[in-house]
Nanobody, 119 residues
Framework: QVQLVESGGGLVQAGGSLRLSCAASGGAVSSYSMGWFRQAPGKEREFVAAIIRLGTSTNYANSAKGRFTISRDNAKNTVYLQMNSLKPEDSAVYYC????????????WGQGTQVTVSS
């Protein structure tokens, strides 16, 4: 079973950037499709970005397109989310997740990292 630990969150001004990291142990990130999700207070968790298990194909929520970039470093067993041009509405707890081959849902989740964007 893979364990995921997010880091890199913090407080940033609007227009700034952050890079979130998701370090995996107990399994290789190259064996999973990896995703980032976020949840703001009082709101449901929402999809942000994903990268498929094989290759480098990525998928983004409309709110993230053009501003966020998901990437994976298999050698470091880590997935990243580069977030640029941050907005106050990006404030949320960000979660990393892993999905096994043929799984319909994400199977493993990290504990989350807080991102707060001030206006």
């Amino acid at each position: 079973q893979v364990q995921l630990v997010e880091s890199g969150g913090g407080l940033v001004q609007a227009g700034g950037s952050l890079r979130l990291s998701c370090a995996a142990s107990g399994g290789a990130v190259s064996s999973y499709s990896m995703g980032w999700f976020r949840q703001a207070p009082g709101k449901e968790r929402e999809f942000v970005a994903a990268i498929i298990r094989l290759g480098t194909s990525t998928n983004y929520a409309n709110s993230a397109k053009g501003r966020f970039t998901i990437s994976r470093d298999n050698a470091k067993n880590t997935v990243y989310l580069q977030m640029n041009s941050l907005k106050p509405e990006d404030s949320a707890v960000y979660y990393c997740a892993a999905r096994r081959v043929l799984s319909q849902e994400y199977d493993y989740w990290g504990q989350g990292t807080q991102v707060t964007v001030s206006s």
